[in-house]
């Protein structure tokens, strides 16, 4: 049975409505918190004149737990059913955990649902880095990026929305994305994971750097070393007057 409801012009709804509780509470009230079942998932559903291929589906849930299309439990989601199972804001029943593009968040905040997740558990941002996650490795050479890092300019600076007084230090993400290219096409932006790998690269290079000049530094010492003992010889035996 479909039931509509359409106030005529000028007319508003005064009072609570509520949709399958006899006792709404709130000005919209889906749901009886009272009884067992009751509780509410509010459905957006959309077609464009240009047929069926266009549809687009929302499910909106509050407190539910294993008897969704999918299977899992919630305190709240939003599913665009004609996208991937995993393309979905939730929260999960039970925990609290927030996931975005996953149904099993296993952390506060998880985003994504495959692979390597970043996560955060309120303390730090967690990048996903996964070896099995990955493909298309190459070596790099760490004395060109300590060449690199070296000429990058580097400022402290304020973002135009932070308050007098606070300060960062650090690259531009256009001069950054010049030295490196890393990031596809994307030169506003920094990833975190970039910006830590060209560091750890450029300290290898760095120790690479002192490894090789004290490798000729211990050979000239050697060398000097073997002309001071030659002289001292030479002294030794000289015959004196």
């Not at 905040?109 to 099995?132: E, I, K, Q």
């Not at 973002?159 to 960062?168: F, L």
Request: hydrophobic letters at 35%.
């Amino acid at each position: 049975m479909f039931v509509s409801l359409r106030m005529p012009p000028g007319m508003t709804l005064d009072g609570p409505l509520g949709i399958r509780t006899r006792s709404p509470r709130q000005t919209l009230q889906v749901g009886d918190t009272s009884l067992i079942g009751s509780s509410g998932m509010i459905h957006l559903a959309s077609r464009s004149y240009t047929g069926a291929g266009n549809q687009r589906e929302w499910d909106i849930g509050v407190p539910q737990t294993g008897d969704v299309l999918t299977g899992e439990g919630y305190s709240f989601v939003i599913r665009d059913i004609t996208a991937s199972a995993s393309a979905r804001l939730m929260v999960q029943w039970g925990t609290g955990n927030v996931g975005i593009g996953t149904s099993s968040p296993g952390h506060l905040l998880t985003v994504g649902g495959s692979g390597s997740p970043a996560y955060c558990d309120g303390g730090a941002w967690v990048n996903g880095s996964d070896r099995n996650a990955k493909k298309g490795f190459s070596a790099v050479n760490p004395l060109e990026v300590l060449t690199k890092v070296s000429t990058l300019p580097i400022s402290e600076w304020q973002y135009k929305t932070d308050r007098d007084g606070i300060k960062h230090l650090g690259p531009m993400a256009q001069d950054f994305h010049a030295a490196f290219g890393l990031n596809g096409e994307d030169d506003k932006h920094i990833a975190t994971v970039d910006e830590g790998g060209v560091a750890l690269a450029a300290i290898q290079g760095l120790n690479q750097k002192v490894e090789t000049e004290n490798a000729e530094l211990r050979a000239e010492n050697a060398a000097l070393k073997a002309r001071l003992d030659s002289l001292e010889q030479l002294v030794r035996t000289k015959p004196s007057n």
